[in-house]
Structure formats: structure tokens, C-alpha cells
């Protein structure tokens, strides 16, 4: 049996969604799932994170702000003594990243970030992550002598639905005053939050050029689409960089991904890959992009959207 706690994210005072693949990731391990909920307002969120295969929930009520990774850090830690966890996952964000290294370090924990699958057997935990810009998938193979911290790339588990009745607890935990000073910059208003988007239409260097964006963003906004790109569009200046997704940029998993003038680099690639359906366009009969997508046209883009602006 494994026991497995997870760290919900909390973004200014909301749960982060990818909270819930977390989740899936430790109830494929095991059947005590001990979902953890530290922010100003613990409590208020804990109902949230009453989802399939938890077993409780550990509210941590702390002062302040939710991007203190020095408070975060103490607050984990504490967690990780109350709970003893075989296995301590997060979602791997920017957020996580700034706490988890450190708390591994400090506790003896293995640790590895980017984990795109897991598996527990009596020997260990094994997991799975990308690595070299995403050429090679490496496996690592954790014996049971200490716990794993893991942080779950977002993407790659379906989020647990609600569901269950765990019971739940409040920890106290007074951590020291924090080191950490925070400033804050705003992302400008109209900003996309591409993580959340069912439909998304990206585009690639093949859109030609800046004065080309606009009629492609018309038509994601015709399709109710959000609107994405590829690093050099975003490097061009063509978009902000809230709409590139890959490696840098952001990960997505939605319902349909429309790659339009993209060739599938590796980098590209591991922000968008496990979408459920990806549907390209490109000029290039040999783009890499054909080899991960579900329907494929060799055609150029503009001419196909000259036609979707006719269907829509
Ligand atoms: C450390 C690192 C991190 C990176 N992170 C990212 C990242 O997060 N996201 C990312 O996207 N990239 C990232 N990159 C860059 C990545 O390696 C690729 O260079 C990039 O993804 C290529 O973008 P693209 O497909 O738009 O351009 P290209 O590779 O130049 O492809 C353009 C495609 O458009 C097609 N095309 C041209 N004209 C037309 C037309 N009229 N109609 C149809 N098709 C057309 C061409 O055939 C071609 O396949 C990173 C690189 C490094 C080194």
C-alpha cells in the first residue's frame, strides 16, 4: 500500500486545477491519498479538493501570500513529518519548482520533477520524465528506502472528478518569519489562459508574419478557440509570450489542438502532445508534426483560412 500526500497548488487564493491530475497521479498508486490545502483561507478551499480516491484532507491555515516558497517550504515539511508519505506529489510549475528542490534536500527525499508517468511496486516507485528537450524519456527507479517528492507535468493525468467524503483535519503549523520579499507583475489585462481552453488554434513561423495574426485570431474567436503559438512567433514579437506553448511556454491538453503552419519541434511538442485530438496544417508533406497529428493537410494556412472564414 501506498500512502501519498499531495500539495494542492493555490493561486491567488484559488485551486489550481491541475490540483486534481495530481490527484489521479497518486490514486494510480495507491489507496491512501492524503490531499494537503495550505493558503490564508486552507479551510474555505478543502471541499474542492474532495475528489475521487482522496482519503483526507489536511488543511494548513498560514498567513500571507500564496507564492511564499520560504513559508511553503516549512509548511511542507511540517506535512511531510504529520503525514509520512511514501510518496509526496505536486504539479510541476514555476511554483512548486521554487520549494520542492529545497524541502527534498533538506528532508532526504528523492526527488524528480516533469514526471509524465508513475508505477509503485513492493521494490519502489518508478517513474518516468523527459529529458534533453524532451529526446529521450528516462526512467528512474526509486527504492523503498525513502520517500519520493515528484512533481506531475500538467497534461499528463485526466484530473480526478469530485467525489468521495474525505474526512478532514486542520494542522497547525507556525512557520518563522518569512525571507522571502515579493514584488508582483501584473500580466497585462486580456491575457489567455490557454491551460483551460478546450479548443485551441496555434500558430507557427509559417503564419509569415505579424500582419497576418489578426485574421487567425478572428477566426479563433469565431470557433470560441484560444489562440496559441509557437516560440518564434512569440520571439518575432508577432504575440505575448502568455500564448506560446512548449517547453517555455506553457502545457496544454485540450479537447482539440490545431496546429496551423507549426513544424512539431521536440520543444513545441512537449507543451502540446497529449492533446486529445491535434489536427495540423502544414505545407511540408514531411513536417514532424504529421507523426503526432490525428488528421493532417498538406495545404498552406491561409488558404485554409480563407475557407474556414467562409464556414464560420
Ligand atoms: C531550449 C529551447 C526551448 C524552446 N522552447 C520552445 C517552446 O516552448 N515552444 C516552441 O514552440 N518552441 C520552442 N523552442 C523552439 C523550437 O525548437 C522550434 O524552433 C520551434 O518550435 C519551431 O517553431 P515553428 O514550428 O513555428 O517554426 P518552424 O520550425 O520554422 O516551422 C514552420 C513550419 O511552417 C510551415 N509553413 C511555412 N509556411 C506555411 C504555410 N503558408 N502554410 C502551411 N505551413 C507553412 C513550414 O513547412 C514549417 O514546417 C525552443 C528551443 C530551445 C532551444
Do not use: C
Request: net charge negative; aromatic share 4%.
Amino acid at each position: 500500500m501506498t500512502r501519498s500526500l499531495v500539495v494542492a497548488e493555490i493561486i491567488d487564493g484559488a485551486l489550481s486545477p491541475l490540483t486534481a491530475e495530481a490527484v489521479s497521479a497518486a490514486a494510480g498508486l495507491g489507496d491512501e491519498v492524503v490531499v494537503a490545502v495550505a493558503g490564508s483561507d486552507a479551510a474555505a478551499l478543502a471541499d474542492q479538493v474532495a475528489l475521487a480516491g482522496v482519503t483526507e484532507i489536511v488543511t494548513v491555515t498560514v498567513p500571507g501570500n500564496d507564492r511564499d516558497h520560504d513559508q511553503m517550504m516549512q509548511v511542507v515539511e511540517a506535512l511531510v513529518a504529520e503525514v509520512a508519505p511514501q510518496v509526496v506529489l505536486a504539479p510541476f510549475t514555476i511554483r512548486s519548482t521554487a520549494w520542492a528542490a529545497a524541502v527534498a534536500e533538506r528532508l532526504d527525499l528523492a526527488y524528480t520533477p516533469d514526471v509524465v508517468a508513475l508505477g509503485a511496486s513492493g521494490e519502489g516507485l518508478s517513474a518516468e520524465r523527459s529529458i534533453y528537450d524532451g529526446r529521450v524519456r528516462a526512467q528512474y527507479s526509486f527504492p523503498s528506502d525513502r520517500p519520493v517528492l515528484a512533481l506531475v507535468r500538467a497534461g499528463a493525468w485526466t484530473p480526478a472528478e469530485p467525489g468521495g467524503a474525505p474526512a478532514t483535519r486542520a494542522l497547525d503549523v507556525a512557520p518563522t518569519p518569512s525571507r522571502v520579499r515579493l514584488g508582483e507583475v501584473r500580466r497585462p489585462a486580456g491575457g489567455v489562459d490557454l491551460t483551460t481552453s478546450d479548443v485551441i488554434l496555434a500558430v507557427g513561423r509559417g503564419v509569415g508574419g505579424e500582419e497576418n495574426i489578426a485574421a487567425f485570431a478572428d477566426i479563433a474567436e469565431r470557433m470560441g478557440a484560444a489562440l496559441a503559438a509557437s516560440r518564434p512567433v512569440v520571439d518575432a514579437g508577432w504575440l505575448p509570450a502568455v500564448h506560446q506553448v512548449g517547453q517555455t511556454g506553457v502545457t496544454v491538453k485540450p479537447k482539440v489542438y490545431i496546429a496551423l503552419g507549426i513544424s512539431g519541434a521536440l520543444h513545441h511538442l512537449a507543451g502540446m502532445q497529449t492533446s486529445k485530438t491535434i489536427v495540423a496544417v502544414n505545407t511540408n508533406a514531411d513536417a514532424p508534426i504529421f507523426g503526432y497529428a490525428d488528421v493532417g493537410a498538406v495545404a498552406d494556412i491561409h488558404e485554409v483560412a480563407e475557407q474556414l472564414k467562409a464556414l464560420l
